[in-house]
């Protein structure tokens, strides 16, 4: 088969369209040399005849379905333009992919739409990977570039271009990030922040708005970033090219000046900016010119604010960068010079001398402002040694000003250039490499081009050929890695042009030869081109148009240029006056004298060597703009060529700024411009298909005959080729790969769908066979089953004749007895109804007479209980006055009995003489308010008697009443009918009076029903509404909860960031103390001061103030303030003590010290009158609710006493008089106890011999404890902690140097050393920190030190006084240990966070390799299909000597060891359960986000196969987690987004139905990583299909009904770290017998006690 074979029916081609550039078409017919014409149908419908003259005509093939979307050009099988534009087109509209590799090259096309790839979790995951691995992206080529350096320690330099608006700055910005990031993770410093810093800077002052760019870069620089041999930055430098000066004068239609001047005007109303005079845009004339003041969607204040921030990071002072500005606006004022012509023929010009804008840039630069004027005016000549003043015409002075402002603004860019590099040099060591980022202009040809296009071209010429011989090179290289017999590609080579440009009376020389002639003009030079270059020797890449004498056309490599020469010749010699440059000199601000003044030392070389001391003077630049360009080109190139270049081709899809549009004809002419195409033709030139034995032997074992292992596949190929492909010139076999030439891989794709065919027909045809059988089979199986259903269904006729004769006879039977059974029925109902009612007749007589049994019995048990009742009462009231007298009687006695305790105060007037004014007020007071009591007491005697004698005459005369009434004799039965007759009046008025109260009651009753109907009802409601409210304050709590949980996480997680952040900074100022000590001892020994060498030295852990411990946070200071120290030094030893008892009395009851006296005695006196006071206030105050509670129920029960004998006004009198009578009592019995109290108290307080503090509490006395003198403490540590090794200290128990620690701190506590039990505590502290940082890359003694410093901080926490109250069970400790505890707790975060970045160290590199790429499913995929191009140089692939060196060093074994190493470490050390459930929930995370991220950037993974292994993978590690019962705390699920992405690969992915499982089974995806799986699904075999984009976009639809957070972000954060919380678990009471400490540890001089 030939390639001629491949245009048959079906097959698609590539047809030229003039809008479209090229449409696609299907053959309706086979190709056949003897036609002229071929028949296509088009892509929308029509049929067209392709004229055809020779097969040399036939239109391009497409490539197949297979390699639609392939992220590499050069792994496509057709290799032309339509085919490069249409996966161009393919990846950018239906993928959203806006990269794409071209072999070495990167195209990336603008999106014009900020998109979610550029974050730190992208870089993240693109750090550490092959660039063949990963999707394209710029961090692919940063990421190959950085590598390539720290392996191969070469330079290397990424060249960006393309044209104004494709997107070069920003792809700068993001390489520069990324080596921001990845050179400084390790060691971070200001290095990185100042590169970065760089960007807005160099935005502001190079960058402007033109039509086609918002943004657009007006110079092209290289900026070269310095790494030391760790890999770190430590330096940067800048070079700028060609900076558009011409803009600062004059501006296109719809363009704008460089951003600086914008944002100054903008900021002109702040305060700084006053001084600068300015004023909106629209007022000056270099902002105007082009129309356009503001950009949408920019803020020109805010773009201030950032480069100000930026000129601050990189150490601009406040006073340049304000000399910087007042230069800018000066600028802007010399525009608005008014210069006005004067004289007949306008010869002359003039400037009014009050001119405003001429004041103000004066003043702002510091000039003589009539000098600049005449200057500006009038030109020097030097005729004849003599010099003369001549005047010059209004356009000359004109022409003066703008080169003037031109002039400044460079020398301008120039300073701020050299001022970025002075701050990104490296200080402290040279660079071992660098990597250079080349941000250029690209290609340009416009309506008019001018000096800068020109320049411009020629650059892209020089980097264009620089491109073609280095691809050229890489072509070559490889085929003689592989050893091929290969003929020279022929490549198209640009010198030709070059030569043109540059070489001998070229262009740049012509140009150059016409500035030097004292009258040369643009149109003498053109003449001289057309001489040299058309009429004496024509060349093929130079031009003359047909209808113009002024222009010149330049065939580029690109495209033909036509160049119009007005203008060449003044911005090649970019004039400036001397005498004006002499003004600036003089300026009394010195950045401009700076500025000038080096201008001028850099001239003079150059003056002394051109022209001679006779000629005239150089007023002039002598180096001209294209000579200076030509130089720094050269260097460029030079440095460019001592680097491995690395290209990023940057395109614009259209010209609207539209997002995600499209325009294929723009794209193709960058396309062709920046030489993405030539690298097509190059390796399409050669062997552009490349397959290793193995990937062949794979794809294509269905054509090879023969041998069918794998390890035979290189003689399969070589045997089976050269029958697949007759010609031999179209395949070549290297000694790993075999090379196709273009088209031949499609022609072996061809033969294989066609033997496929072949082996589906022969499937086909065994199948139907197969399928006829089973058909004649079960018709002979039917046949035989219907003859056998008819057989049975007469014999079933027969058999129902049979029994209906026999249920004719039952039925007859059946109704004979129902007839009976009917009549016995009824009258059995007869009999039983008859016997009922006669029986309910007698019961109902029986239960009368119950019921009135019962009621008679019912009102005497109520009457005899109404008598119970009445004589109980009685009883209990008299009992209740018998008591009030007893307890009256108690109270009585204790009163005597406390005055009898208060008079005595002699003794308290002997111990306190301070006290005996107080204590004899207060006796009196006693005395005169026990009279009164006394005075009282006979008053309420009196009273009581009188009130006794009142009762006992009021008892007499009920009685006596009582027994007249019962003497009365009875009244005469006989009554006269005038009584009869009232008293049967009385009885009807009494009756009517029962009626109407019997009705009123009714009436209340009703009432009170529907009351009590309303009350249940309200009841009801009000229980519901508690209850609803009950729910909704619930649902409240809970929310709150939620939410405060969270932020707890939140700020747990932050304070946990900043103790890592604190650890890291520690650790790195440790390593700079060491550097700096190093650097002394390097330098030589030098003689130190004696207070130096006292300062310098660190303290030792034991030897701590005891007064002034440090604090142990890390986010305290950990040394004492000086001037704490100075005034503990000079205090006397009475101020350093620990204060006197009275003293500490007085912080107990919060008495502050306010009073200062003389005496000592009288002090005392007036401190313990205070504490006196202060605690007879509390003491009331704790009292209060007591008394108000008892008195309430001595006012109950007097009442209840006197209620049953008194009448109510006496009641109510007799109890006012003796609520007020206890009132007075019991204030005088408060006042006396307190008195009492303070008569016990203060002698305790004020008299240290007889007693102890309060505030001290006596030592418990504890045994089984260590004691460890404090001579001892510092061997303790060192033999305990700092020189434990890890042989000795894993066979140890767990916990063992905690639980040693604790019980010497608990021994000093216990015999009232506090201080030594607060210093050893510390210097422990000091020590276990020191003792991580010597194992901070050993797992087991991590875990240790962690396990010791949370058993540690339970056992403190265990004994505090406040846990101890809480459990009683413990003696608490006396020392004050927070400090201790709270630098514990960090310890503890500091250890954690130290144990998972061990294990993050050693889970990086190989978690990837191990759950994406490693085949733990043998055979899975061995045919999974086609391998991609490889765009590694040679060596370049790390992973396959880590292969070569570990055999199954990534694979899941592998992170199962290293899983099964810390859960062992852990385990060994006996840490928590929950500890460790937090732990190993981080590493899933990190090993569910890492693959997860890589997934989303391989398009090689997202395939079916691929995601059986990864699900195979992930199910080990659940399986491992479940095992070791670590899955519950939340480790499992922190892998559901890797679970649920190999889900959404192994899912069906047709119909609407599989969408909607899609989304129903992927709730912890995002939609962008739902629909980003989805775009890279690629199949990896035939009897997979691709992802259609209709399906894509019903996905799409079902996910907008979801609701999602702010944002979510395309890869998931590989740095984000859980917050961490230590379960407390009360340890085990300690006792010294416990512990078996062996002898390695060298501690025996600790003894029991």
């Known amino acids: 088969m030939t390639s001629l074979d491949l245009y048959s029916k079906g097959a698609t081609v590539w047809l030229p369209d003039p809008d479209a550039v090229w449409v696609s078409g299907l053959l309706l017919q086979d190709y056949s040399p003897v036609e002229k014409h071929l028949l296509l149908e088009l892509s929308d419908g029509r049929e067209a005849r392709y004229p055809v003259g020779s097969p040399s005509d036939l239109p391009p093939l497409a490539n197949p379905d297979i390699l639609e979307g392939e992220n590499d050009l050069t792994a496509l099988s057709f290799l032309h333009e339509p085919a490069v534009l249409h996966n161009l087109r393919v990846r950018f509209l239906d993928y959203s992919s806006i990269y794409t590799y071209c072999g070495i090259v990167l195209v990336a096309i603008n999106p014009y739409e900020q998109l979610p790839i550029y974050g730190e979790e992208v870089i993240d995951a693109y750090s550490g990977q092959d660039a063949a691995d990963m999707e394209p992206h710029i961090f692919s080529v940063a990421e190959e570039a950085y590598r390539t350096m720290t392996r191969e320690e070469n330079n290397q330099s990424i060249i960006i271009s393309g044209e104004s608006g494709s997107g070069k700055t920003v792809s700068a910005k993001f390489t520069m990030r990324y080596f921001a990031v990845v050179g400084g993770a390790s060691q971070q410093t200001t290095v990185e922040e100042r590169v970065l810093a760089s960007n807005p800077i160099m935005e502001s002052i190079g960058n402007a708005k033109t039509t086609r760019n918002d943004n657009s870069s007006r110079f092209g620089k290289y900026i070269e970033i310095g790494f030391g041999r760790n890999g770190d930055i430590i330096g940067a430098n800048m070079r700028t090219y060609l900076l558009e000066k011409s803009r600062v004068v004059f501006q296109a239609s719809a363009e704008r000046n460089y951003h600086i001047f914008y944002q100054l005007c903008a900021s002109r109303d702040l305060p700084e900016m006053r001084s600068l005079k300015l004023d909106a845009p629209e007022r000056f004339r270099y902002t105007s010119r082009g129309g356009e003041m503001h950009i949408p969607g920019t803020d020109d204040l805010l773009d201030l604010e950032r480069t100000c921030n930026a000129l601050t990071v990189l150490g601009v002072l406040p006073d340049q960068r304000t000399e910087l500005f007042r230069i800018l606006a000066a600028v802007l004022h010399l525009g608005n010079v008014d210069i006005q012509a004067s004289g007949r023929t306008s010869e002359r010009s003039y400037i009014d001398a009050d001119d405003r804008a001429l004041a103000v840039f004066s003043k702002l630069l510091g000039v003589e402002g009539p000098q600049v004027a005449h200057w500006l005016c009038h030109r020097r000549l030097a005729v004849g040694g003599e010099a003369l003043v001549k005047p010059v015409s209004g356009q000359q002075a004109l022409e003066a000003r703008d080169a003037l402002a031109k002039h400044i603004y460079g020398q301008l860019f120039t300073w701020t250039v050299r001022r970025l590099n002075s701050a990104l040099r490296a200080h402290r060591e040279p660079a071992r490499s660098f990597i250079g980022v080349l941000d250029i202009y690209g290609f340009e040809t416009f309506d008019r081009n001018s000096f800068e296009q020109f320049c411009i071209n020629y650059a892209n010429e020089k980097l264009q050929q620089q491109f073609n011989r280095h691809v050229f090179h890489l072509e070559q290289e490889e085929y003689v890695r592989e050893e091929l017999s290969w003929s020279r590609i022929e490549f198209s080579d640009n010198q030709q042009c070059l030569n043109l440009l540059e070489g001998q009376l070229g262009v740049f020389d012509l140009l150059d030869e016409e500035c030097r002639m004292p009258k040369g003009s643009d149109e003498s030079w053109v003449l001289k081109l057309y001489d040299q270059h058309l009429s004496s020797k024509r060349h093929p890449h130079f031009q003359k148009p047909r209808m113009s004498n002024g222009a010149f056309v330049i065939l580029h490599f690109a495209d033909a240029v036509q160049y119009e020469c007005d203008g060449f010749l003044g911005k090649n010699r970019d004039t400036v006056f001397e005498e004006l440059v002499n003004v600036l000199k003089a300026s009394q601000s010195e950045l401009v004298a700076e500025l000038f003044q080096q201008q001028g030392d850099a001239s003079s070389a150059a003056e002394d060597r051109s022209i001679g001391s006779g000629r005239r003077a150089a007023r002039e630049h002598k180096l001209t703009v294209g000579s200076q360009f030509r130089r720094s080109l050269q260097m460029l190139m030079d440095a460019l060529d001592g680097t491995t270049p690395h290209y990023v081709r940057c395109i614009k899809p259209n010209d609207l700024k539209e997002a995600f549009t499209f325009d294929p004809r723009r794209t193709v002419q960058q396309l062709r411009a920046c030489g993405v195409l030539e690298t097509i033709r190059i390796s399409a030139a050669g062997f552009p298909s490349r397959w290793t034995y193995e990937e062949f032997f794979s794809r294509y074992r269905l054509l090879l005959r023969g041998l069918r292992g794998q390890e035979h596949a290189g003689a399969s190929c070589r045997q089976a080729l050269p029958g697949l492909i007759p010609d031999p010139d179209q395949y070549c076999f290297g000694k790993t790969k075999v090379f196709f030439r273009a088209g031949q891989v499609a022609l072996l794709e061809r033969l294989r769908a066609e033997r496929l065919r072949v082996a589906a027909v022969i499937v086909q045809s065994r199948v139907r066979g197969w399928l006829a059988r089973i058909r004649h089979s079960r018709i002979r199986r039917a046949t035989v089953t219907v003859q056998r259903y008819c057989r049975g269904a007469a014999a079933r006729r027969l058999a129902l004749t049979l029994r209906y004769t026999k249920a004719a006879l039952v039925i007859q039977k059946t109704h004979r007895m129902v007839v009976v059974r009917q009549m016995f029925l009824t009258l059995r109902q007869a009999a039983v109804t008859i016997q009922a009612f006669t029986r309910g007749t007698s019961a109902r007589f029986r239960y009368r007479l119950l019921v009135a049994e019962r009621a008679a019995v019912l009102l005497q048990a109520r009457v005899r209980a109404w008598l119970a009742r009445r004589t109980y009462r009685r009883v209990r009231a008299a009992v209740v006055f018998t008591q009030c007298c007893a307890r009256r009687r108690a109270a009585r006695r204790a009163l005597m009995k406390l005055k009898t305790e208060a008079r005595s105060v002699e003794k308290f007037r002997e111990l306190n003489k301070g006290m005996e004014v107080k204590l004899m007020q207060l006796q009196l007071r006693a005395d005169q308010e026990a009279r009164e009591a006394a005075a009282l007491k006979e008053t309420l005697h009196a009273e009581r008697l009188a009130a006794s004698a009142e009762l006992e005459a009021l008892r007499a005369t009920v009685q006596k009443l009582g027994s007249q009434k019962r003497e009365k004799p009875r009244p005469c039965t006989v009554t006269s009918e005038k009584e009869a007759e009232k008293r049967r009046r009385a009885e009807e008025k009494a009756a009517q009076e029962i009626l109407q109260l019997t009705q009123e009651l009714q ?520 095992g070791r019962g670590l899955q519950a705390g939340g480790a499992a699920a922190a892998l559901e987004h890797l679970i649920q992405a190999v889900q959404l690969l192994q899912a069906g992915k047709k119909s609407d139905r599989d969408a909607q499982a899609l989304v129903q089974s992927c709730t912890a995806l995002s939609s962008q990583q739902i629909v980003k799986i989805l775009t890279l699904y690629t199949p990896q075999s035939d009897l997979e299909e691709r992802v259609s984009l209709n399906f894509i976009r019903t996905v799409q639809g079902h996910l907008k009904g979801r609701s999602e957070g702010p944002t979510p972000q395309l890869l998931m954060d590989v740095r984000r770290v859980f917050p961490v919380t230590f379960p407390y678990s009360p340890p085990a009471v300690l006792h010294a017998e416990q512990l078996v400490i062996p002898e390695s540890l060298r501690i025996s001089f600790l003894r029991r006690v």
């Open 1003 to 1522: 009436v209340l009753q009703r009432e009170k029903d529907g009351f009590d109907k309303e009350r249940e009802d309200l009841s009801t409601r009000l229980l519901e509404q508690e209850k609803a409210q009950e729910e909704c304050v619930h649902r409240a709590v809970t929310q709150e909860t939620a939410a405060l949980r969270t932020e707890l996480d939140e700020e747990r997680r932050k304070y946990q960031g900043l103790l890592r952040e604190f650890t890291r900074l520690e650790q790195r100022y440790d390593n700079l103390r060491e550097m700096s000590l190093l650097t002394e001892r390097t330098a030589g020994h030098r003689r130190t001061d004696s207070t130096c060498s006292l300062s310098s030295e660190p303290p030792s852990p034991t030897l701590l103030s005891p007064q002034f411990p440090g604090p142990l946070s890390p986010f305290r200071s950990a040394s004492p303030d000086p001037e704490e120290v100075r005034r503990v030094g000079v205090a006397p030893p009475s101020a350093r003590g620990a204060g006197t008892p009275m003293d500490q009395l007085m912080e107990t009851t919060d008495v502050a010290r306010d009073v200062k006296m003389k005496g000592e005695d009288l002090a005392h006196a007036y401190d313990a009158v205070r504490v006196a006071n202060k605690f007879l206030e509390s003491q009331l105050r704790d009292q209060c609710a007591q008394r108000e509670e008892e008195l309430e129920a001595l006012r109950g029960q007097l009442g209840r006493a006197i209620a049953a004998s008194c009448p109510a006004e006496q009641q109510q009198e007799l109890l006012e008089a003796r609520e007020q009578e206890c009132v007075r009592l019991r204030r005088e019995l408060k006042e006396l106890r307190n008195t009492v109290s303070l008569r016990r108290l203060v002698p305790q307080g004020v008299n240290p011999e007889t007693s102890s503090c309060p505030s001290r509490a006596t030592p418990a006395t504890v045994s089984g404890l260590l004691e460890c003198r404090k001579g001892d403490d510092a061997k303790l540590l060192k033999n305990l902690i700092t020189d434990l090794r890890a042989d000795g200290a894993l066979p140890l128990p767990p916990g063992l140097p905690a639980s040693v620690l604790f019980l010497c701190v608990r021994q000093a506590d216990c015999s009232g050393d506090q201080t030594h039990a607060r210093a050893l505590c510390a210097a422990a502290v000091t020590a276990v920190k020191a003792a991580l940082k010597k194992h901070s890359s050993d797992v087991d003694m991590t875990a240790l030190w962690l396990k010791n410093a949370c058993l540690l901080h339970d056992l403190l926490t265990q004994h505090s006084p406040k846990q101890s109250l809480n459990s009683g069970e413990v003696v608490p400790l006396a020392s004050d240990l927070g400090d201790s505890m709270r630098a514990l707790s960090d310890l503890r975060i500091q250890a954690y966070q130290q144990l998972l970045s061990v294990a993050e160290r050693r889970l990086q590199n190989i978690i990837v390799p191990a759950l994406l790429e490693s085949e733990n499913i043998t055979g899975l995929s061995g045919s999974a299909g086609k391998p991609g191009p490889s765009r590694k140089r040679a060596g370049s692939d790390p992973r396959a000597a880590a292969a070569a060196a570990g055999g199954d060093a990534r694979t899941m074994s592998a992170v199962l060891r290293e899983l099964g190493a810390l859960h062992a470490a852990l385990s060994r050390q006996d840490l928590p359960p929950a500890l460790m459930e937090q732990a190993f929930s981080q590493l899933s995370y990190l090993i569910s986000a890492s693959a997860f991220n890589s997934l989303l950037l391989r398009k090689d993974m997202c395939c079916w196969s691929r995601g059986m292994q990864i699900r195979y993978n992930v199910s080990l590690l659940e399986e491992w987690l479940r």
